[in-house]
């Protein structure tokens, strides 16, 4: 499968814990996408990186909320200290340059905090 | 304004009907704009490109009116199988390729 790998599928935490997903990129994708999705809304932007370089960050997204991409492979989002209105699905994404073709989406991890 | 807007349906409409979506967004500078399909549950997929001339897949036309910063989306002769939602996706700004997404127009072929 070539395509953009997003782990674990689903995640139910309680209130309070932290959680990591991770996604792994097209292999020749240097940019990579960390999207939030609640039920009836579209993708709403968190960050994007660009290789190891994470160029922008939403200012929706709280200090709870940090992203890494070590090696400009993999990356992973960590949500610290997870509140109820954290539930949504996360979606990766990742383009090859700009983006001029537009992205590639995960299936995303769909988070319930209980 | 919203960054981007999309009348958000359901659009109901009968097999091999024509439908048309309209998106409207706020940032002049916009350069790349997109088509979206996303399948219940499922994750967006790339449907098409919209180019500053318009264009055609199939069965789907999309043009671009930057003048009036509005993107528009036909379907012909609808499927059963194009009743998804569809999002209109817009880069925010010159130079930068943050896409920002519309909240989705329903779609609903009826036998």
């Known amino acids: 499968d070539t395509g953009v790998s997003q782990n674990p599928r689903h995640k139910i935490t309680k209130r309070g814990q932290n959680v990591t997903f991770r996604c792994d990129p097209i292999?020749?994708?240097?940019?990579l996408y960390w999207y939030r999705q609640t039920l009836g809304q579209g993708p709403e932007f968190l960050t994007y990186f660009q290789n190891e370089a994470q160029l922008e960050k939403s200012r929706l997204l709280s200090d709870r909320f940090s992203a890494e991409r070590p090696k400009g492979s993999f990356s992973t989002l960590e949500i610290q200290r997870t509140e109820q209105g954290d539930s949504a699905m996360y979606l990766c994404?990742?383009?090859?340059?700009?983006?001029?073709?537009?992205?590639?989406f995960g299936s995303g991890t769909r988070l319930t905090v209980v | 304004r919203k960054e981007v807007e999309q009348d958000p349906g359901p659009f109901n409409v009968p097999e091999g009907a024509t439908v048309a979506f309209n998106c409207t967004y706020s940032?002049?500078?916009?350069?790349?704009f997109f088509w979206y399909r996303q399948d219940c549950r499922k994750e967006p997929k790339l449907l098409m490109s919209v180019y500053s001339s318009g264009n055609e897949d199939g069965r789907f036309t999309a043009q671009l009116n930057r003048a009036s910063q509005y993107i528009s989306l036909l379907i012909r002769d609808s499927k059963l199988s194009d009743s998804a939602t569809y999002l209109c996706?817009?880069?925010w700004g010159s130079g930068t390729y943050k896409y920002i997404f519309g909240t989705g127009t329903r779609l609903k072929v009826l036998a």
């Open positions: 292999s020749e994708h240097n940019r």
């Open positions: 940032n002049s500078a916009s350069q790349s």
């Open positions: 996706v817009v880069n």
């Open positions: 994404a990742s383009s090859v340059g700009q983006g001029v073709y537009g992205y590639t």
